[in-house]
């Protein structure tokens, strides 16, 4: 792997996780199979039951999707009304930048470069800041709650108040909770949800280890959650996810079973990690973010052991780091790290 | 079944074929299971691989996005960049009414609903036309060819001449092919594709008989390709759709025996209803459009026998019939109907 290819590849693998193709097309020679740490989806996946062949064939039904809303409401204590189902999380970011077109979106970073881009496709002048109290000024203001790479958790009580602020001038917060699900600290926004201008958004297939099938809710207030189903418009997930979504998230045995594991794996990766060299800065159950002076080199190291990790192009200096699921896959992380 | 529950659910069923759950409500005594007969989804679904554990694990890769998208295009005769992915047909219809404002949409009437429903809802003003040249006056024109419910089909060359006019004013055209897979005429507007401010729209999950899929294709000029491509945002479609999709679409020789099973299957019903005093206005292979003077009594009639049907609120002596699937639902259909 020489220089050149590496900055491309820093650079395109920068973008999102997952990319497994680029990462192989820049070290063929690495091991077999590669070891994805690069993304934010739990890599114990809820296990998949039979899906009947109907859910395939047949148009999802309005009965079905009100199902599926219904028991994602009681999973995230909201109103059934106000869930609204979609196929990902990133297609409601996609449709709310074309929804409420603003002038200036405020992001509390650095964080989910997802959301920036969505509203700059839509003409929207983005801007990110460090200090919640700064969001106060823009049309619009998304936080990611806990916050991806970091972990940082803003309390129901502050984004309450910022988004008193925010409303009163006609605007909107956007409280992006993808990774609250495995988060022990019990603050999602949904219990305090405003009754206006206020969205939450929560991730089916990060949590269950399901992010191919296509996911995710919206928990919106009224004035958002009318338009936002609108604009989704009919049969907006699958079958196979209504199905599959039904079943898991009525399943709280599962869920704390597995936060209970991702939390031990979460504090086994940062032992590990810390032995190596790196200093941890935080993260949640499904990903670890840490600071080392050769990240780069590290990231490029671990590249050819066949092991994608997530780089960020404006910080170098980080890495965030995947829990890693099975025996085969720690051992060859600790390998690769140089532990016996 | 009393006149004014009828009524309610004449306009319901009316909205969308499919509505299993509100036809049930309606007749609880109707025998199981029930035949929907009220859709334009292929009743034989393409036969179901099995669908690795990664596909519905991981977010899909771009690589595989883009080896779908590949398929697709030679499929359709597109070019790949041109050819873009999407969780159904019904979420670029509902997309391209936000990318793309407009204050006066034409549709060549009487034809699917979802159309007007869109733009209606991004604020447009839709009015239905009957003659393909009175839509030369709008900012888009759309046209479902060949149409939803009659099989109406206009020529790729008066599409054309169409599109010459609107393009030039700034306006786009959209062509709706949900239909086009399973006709033998030929007449596909996609090797004709103008160089700009056109779209054609094809359906996997109705040919294919996997509407919960939730698969669909545009095959866009390019500057409307780019902007859909960045408005549905990464990862538009799930794996397992990738993961079948590929393989479906590259299945010319289960397409073309379709073919000709759903043309036999489309004589054969159109001989039935002509035989119970149903005049024949057309269709495709996928559904029959029927005129009879007690059409409403008769989608009464069905629906005590367990048969949905479709009916439209505006036309109230027309019925929609998709194509039975096996024995047992052509016997039922012909009994039901009065046959010995």
Known sequence: MSEAPFEAAWSALSYHGGNLGAARRLCPEAPEPWIDLSTGV??????????????????????HLAALESVAAHRYGAAPAQTIAAPGTQAIIQLLARLRPAARV???GFSYSGH??????????????????????????IIVNPNNPDGRLASPASLVALHQGIAA?????????AFMDLDGRGQSLVPALPASSAIVLRSFGKTYGLAGLRLGF????????????????PWPVSGPAIAIGCGALADDAWLEETRLRLERDARRLDRLLVKCGFEMLGGAALFRLARHADAQALFAHLLRHGI???????LPDRLRFGVPAGAESWRRLESALGRP
Chains 1, 2 share one sequence.
């Open 218 to 233: 919206a928990i919106a207030s009224p004035d958002l959650a009318g338009p936002l189903r609108t604009a989704l418009g």
């Open 169 to 177: 001038r006609g605007g909107m917060v956007v409280v992006d909770e």
């Open 42 to 63: 739990n890599p114990h996946p809820y296990p998949l039951p039979a899906v009947p062949l109907e859910s395939w064939a047949r148009l999802p039904e309005v009965d």
């Open 116 to 141: 920036a881009h969505a509203w700059r496709a839509a003409g929207a002048g983005v801007a990110t800041v460090e200090d919640i109290a700064e969001l106060a000024a823009f049309d619009v203001a």
């Open 308 to 314: 994608l990790t997530r780089p960020f192009a404006a």
């Open 106 to 108: 405020g992001i509390l």
